[in-house]
Every structure is written in C-alpha cells, then in structure tokens.
C-alpha cells in the first residue's frame, strides 16, 4: 500500500495477456466536441441533451444527434455529479452540495426550483414516480419525495453500504456498493420503510447498474476481489446477474476490461440496449459488448477520450470517462478533464426508460414522533447540531435555518432564522452565536436576549460550503470544514470582521465533523482527513501555524477524537477507542486500546464528566458509556436510529442528540 500511495497516480497493473495484445473490437472515433469543458454525466430525453459537469447545466437540441446544437446553460449548481429527468424537472446530485431540482421545460432558460438537503455526499440517482433515491455514500440511499419539487420532503433511508449509483425497476432498487465490492438490491414498495432485500459480491468496486427485463447490470473497478496479492486494478468490467428473483439475484457472467489503476477519478457506468452493453470505464474508455448470449458477453468496439496534460502528474493522459449517455448512432461521453465527446456508434440507440411498477407513498405514521425514552423536537429540515447559551437551545436545523429553542419544562420554539444555505453547525461561546451556513459561509450573531438574535458578521470561503465550526477557548479563532476538502482557521477576536489566520488541505477528504472540539493544553487544535490523519495547528503561535505534527491513522469517517483530559480519545475501526497525544508516533496498532466486550465503541464521541456519548451518523448507532476508570470501560446505554445522530451534547443532565430527519432527540435525565 505505501508503494502505491508513493507512484499516486502512476499505473499500478497494466494490460498482462500472454501475447501481450487484448482485443476489444473496432476502435469507435470521436467525431464532435461540444466545446464546454469538463463534465461528469450526461442523459437523453426525447431530442435533448443533458449534460452536468463544473456546477453547470447544459441543454442541447439532438435532432441532428451527431452535431449537437447548444439551446441553454444554468450556472452555480456546485460539485455536480448525476443526472436524471422526470416530467421537465432536472433532478441533480451535487455532493456535498445536496440535490439540486432545474425546471427544464423552457430549455433555453432553466430555472432552479429548490435545493434540496440530502443527508451526505449526494452522488447517484434514480427516479420512478414521486420518489427520487440518492445514493448518499457511506449513509447509503435517501428516499425524497418529489411529487411537489418545490418542496422535496425526506421519507426514509437505507443503509446500504457505501453507495455510489443505483438503478429502480419493479419496487426494488439496485445498488452499486463501492468499497465493499456488492450488488445491494433493497425493496423500496413501502417508500417510508425500505429494506435491504439481498447482496450478491463482485470482482470489483461497484458503480453504475442497469436494469432491463430479468437482468442487472453492474459497472466495476479498482480493485479485485480475488486475486490476492495481485489485486490491485483488477477489478474492472461488468457483472451481470439474474435478478427473476430480485431476493436471490444469480451470478450469470463477467467481462473483464484492461487492468488499470490510477488514484483519482474512479466512475464506471453502463447502459444497455438491444443486444449491446456499453461500459464507460474511467481510464480505460468507452466498450461496446455484444450480450447477445448473456452466459457468454464479448467485447465488439471501444474508444478512448483525448490525452490530456493532469496538474500534478508527468507526461499526458487519456481523460477519464466519467459518464455516458446513448443517442441514435452515437454514444455522448462526458470527459472528467476534456470535454463532451461524441462517437459514432452505429449500434447505439437512446435508453427506453422503464421503471416497471411504481412505489406508492403511504401517509406518515405520526405515531413514531412519540417515544418514551426522549422528548422530539422535529423541523422541516434535518438536524445537525445544538449549543446552549444558558438553558436556551440552538438548533443547526438544515433547511430550515437556525431554530432557537427552550427544551425545559416543555418544548417551544422561541424563534426562527432563515441561514443563507443549509444550516449545518453551530456553536455558542460568550455573547455570540457562531453558525455554519452552507454556501452562506460562515455567520456570527450577537446575542440581544434569549429569543433574539442579530446580525454581526460573516466570513466566506469563496463559493465552498462551511459544513462545521469549532470556537474554542479562549474564543479568538474559529476552525471550519470548508466543503470536503479543506480546514480554515479565522480570527473572530472583532466578530464584525472576520479574517482568515490559516488555511489547509490534506489527501482525503472530510466527510463531515474531523474537527476537534476543543483543545490539547489549551493550544493545539486538531483536524483529521480520512486519508492522511490527524494534524495538529497551535493556536497560540503567532501567526498560527500546522505545528508539524501527523498522527498517519486512517480511523474511519464515522470516527473521531475528543480532548479526555490530557490526552485525545480516538474511536476507530477497531470498535475501541485509543488514547494519545500529538507528539504519538507509533502505529496505532502498537497503541494500548479500550473497549466493551460484545460492543463496538465507534461514532464521534463527546465526553461530559465521566460520560462517554459516541454517535455514528452513516448507522444510526448511539453508545452511552462510563468511563470512570477510563481504561475500562462500562456499557450505559445503547440505540439504533432511524435518522442520522449527530455529535451528543449534554446540558440540565439529560444527554441530547441531532438525529438528522428523526429530529432533536432530548433524553430523560
């Protein structure tokens, strides 16, 4: 693993057949480039064309399908990724962005509907009736009912796995699980109660499905499954499955593509129609396989997209596919570093949707507001945080924007602020209410009273998203999540005017929370990417400064530390928790580490007296913990959600969650 991280984004396995040449058919040839830049995905509907990529949208006439026409373009549609069509509306995945809704029946002028907050990275979709499933990663797929698209309403989710894409035929969705290499069917016929129905395993990470009549399927890459040692860019190509039996899908074959691997873009997608798979395979290009016998697929035609010159990387590459959509003779091929490109495919026809029998959405069960254990305070949007300033509650309500709130004796909503974007953190410290707005950057509002709030300042970072703040003692700085990629540190010491201090990003991501709340020795903030691990800035250095310091642990997204006293509390993949200090260097297999017998120990956790809480937004799973004699812990409590809990807070002794769509969750004491 070291090699391959060290080469980056050098190919790890090449092409190794015996006489050195593989044979993919006639070779199919670009014939237009539509001239708007890079792009992620792209379908058909009728004669248009839909393409996202760069946050925009473009709209193009096919009649000619060979020599596109440009009709319309809308901008400012963030980390776009997938799109799918219903009825004039436009429904796109944008990441961390959410999802994104485009009145389409003017195609010169698209308009934006509404942005609709989805409960992770939101990634791939699929439509059938009033119901939009997308693929959230790691929290798996949200059903969102769209039967009014200004006002897209959350109904449930499944956890799944990491899910990337997906397709919808029949009251079932099929899932392409990446990470854990699966085909994830879940019956979806009670669109508030979906459940994962099966899970058939592949020779790759999955991406794209397809459904058409008794057959699914699937798109895969990186890395095999069974070829040990040898795994590595062995995973692509595409499975397909039996699914007569949507509860008991049966393996029929594989294709393999060219072993390859490149760390960066990793999306595989495929269509079919008539007796022809297309497979769009990142690095490797675009393949025509004939499925005429479906025990026995063979490839018949291929084509690669144009060398590009890669920021970061020596010599030219062919840019990756993204994504493809089929017109009548060509394929429409989206370029991550190119362009739209169009072959000539003599085989190729537009994809006939068929979504086969359509879910019905019951009414909601009002009955599962009420619980004995907690009280549930429950707005429009989903919850994400709470602070205090005295006994009055903060609520980070998505959405619906900043809610403050008194919890005790009863619940009663005080008052409610509209955020520029989705309200995504909050954080109280002295007279100042600090406030994570999405898109709308960061907010900062003086405290007038209990119920009223005003303006003071704000800070941007540009067009990115500020999904978490952290304003620890002594108050002078603010560190934010700015999107998924990086941390930046801001003096808040005049609220009015906020100026950043330092900013930085790390390989891997930040899914959502990786900044410490609180500080080591009353100086050594704390941030963690999911790749590279903990880095520690010192706060009281001026100006403040990455000390140098990098614990190397790849702990999880769902996992992070708590400052415990004079050292950090990290949860892992392990299910227990490890204690150590900045300066640690060891493998953390070589750390001593904590658990509970028969319990896993993962989540952010947050440490109130000798109270360890631990939440886990991607399962749902909250542990109660005493941690008196903190090498040994003791089980209190623990529950399964529906919603998404996020970090626990504690305040008047009764422990208090965010659960996402499920709302406050407010314990007993």
Not at 164 to 190: H, M, P, R, T
Not at 330 to 350: E, N, Q, T, W
Request: proline residues 5%; glycine residues 10%.
């Amino acid at each position: 693993m070291k090699i391959i991280l060290k080469l980056a984004l050098i190919i790890v396995s090449v092409s190794a057949m015996a006489d050195g040449a593989m044979k993919y058919g006639e070779k199919l040839s670009i014939v237009k480039n539509l001239g708007i830049g890079r792009c992620n995905d792209a379908t058909v509907v009728k004669n248009k064309l839909y393409v996202v990529g760069g946050g925009n949208l473009h709209i193009f006439d096919i009649n000619d399908p060979v020599s596109p026409v440009k009709l319309g373009r809308l901008r400012g549609l963030g980390m776009t990724r997938q799109i799918a069509i219903k009825d004039n509306v436009a429904y796109i995945t944008s990441r961390e962005d959410g999802l994104y809704i485009v009145d389409v029946s003017n195609a010169k002028k698209p308009k934006l509907v509404s942005i609709y907050d989805t409960i992770e990275l939101a990634t791939g979709i699929a439509l059938a009736g009033d119901v939009a499933f997308v693929a959230c990663r790691h929290y798996g797929v949200e059903l969102i009912d769209i039967s009014n698209p200004k006002k897209p309403l959350h109904l449930s989710s499944v956890r799944t796995g990491e899910a990337q894409s997906l397709a919808y035929f029949n009251n079932y969705i099929y899932v392409g699980v990446w990470g854990s290499s699966e085909l994830v069917v879940c019956d979806v016929k009670n669109p508030r109660k979906p459940r994962v129905a099966a899970k058939a395993k592949l020779d790759g990470f999955a991406d794209g499905v397809f459904v058409k009549g008794k057959y699914c399927y699937v798109a895969t890459g990186h890395h095999s499954r069974t070829r040990g040692k040898q795994r590595h860019g062995h995973g692509h190509g595409m499975e397909i499955f039996d699914i007569s039996n949507p509860e008991k899908p049966e393996f029929v074959s594989r294709i393999k593509a060219p072993p390859k691997f490149y760390i960066g873009y990793d999306m595989w997608d495929v269509k079919v129609v008539g007796k022809y798979a297309f497979l769009g395979d990142t690095w490797n290009g675009i393949f025509v396989i004939d499925i005429s016998n479906h025990e026995k697929p063979f490839f018949v035609a291929n084509g690669e997209l144009p060398k590009v010159k890669i920021k970061s990387r020596k010599g030219q590459y062919n840019s990756p596919v993204t994504s493809f959509a089929l017109g009548k003779g060509c394929i429409y091929v989206a370029g991550g570093f190119s362009d739209l490109h169009v072959f000539k495919a003599s085989m190729a026809r537009p994809v006939k949707e068929n979504p086969g029998v359509l879910p019905t959405i019951p009414p909601l069960d009002k009955s599962e507001l009420k619980n004995g254990k907690y009280r549930i305070y429950k707005p429009d949007g989903q919850v994400y945080a709470v602070a205090f300033s005295g006994d009055t509650a903060m609520v980070a309500a998505g959405n619906s924007g900043l809610h403050v709130i008194k919890l005790w004796p009863k619940i009663e909503k005080l008052a409610e602020y509209k955020t520029d974007g989705f309200c995504m953190d909050v954080k109280v410290f002295g007279d100042y209410v600090y406030v994570a707005e999405g898109k709308g950057g960061l907010s900062i509002w003086k405290i007038k009273n209990a119920s009223l709030l005003e303006l003071a300042g704000r800070y941007k970072a540009g067009r990115r998203a500020i999904k978490q703040v952290v304003v620890p003692t002594p108050g002078k700085y603010a560190l934010l999540q700015i999107a998924a990629y990086s941390l930046h540190i801001v003096d808040i010491s005049n609220p009015e005017s906020p100026r950043l201090a330092l900013k930085d990003s790390r390989h891997g991501l930040l899914y959502g929370y990786q900044i410490t709340d609180g500080l080591l020795d009353k100086r050594y903030a704390c941030c963690f990417w999911h790749v590279s691990g903990f880095f520690w800035y010192d706060l009281n250095s001026v100006p403040v400064k990455y000390t140098g310091n990098n614990n190397p642990y790849r702990v999880g997204a769902s996992n992070g530390m708590a400052i415990y006293k004079d050292k950090c509390l990290v949860t892992n993949k392990t299910g227990k928790y490890l204690l150590f200090g900045k300066d640690e260097t060891a493998p953390i297999k070589d750390l001593p580490s904590y658990g509970v017998k028969g319990c896993k120990l993962t989540g952010k956790p947050s440490i109130y007296g000798n109270n360890l809480y631990l939440s886990d937004r991607a399962s749902g799973d909250v542990t109660f913990c005493d941690i008196t004699d903190v090498r040994k812990p003791k089980l209190l409590r623990k529950f399964k959600f529906k919603g998404n809990p996020g970090i626990i807070a504690k305040h008047n002794e009764c422990p208090i969650i965010p659960c996402g769509y499920q709302g406050l969750l407010v314990f007993k004491k």
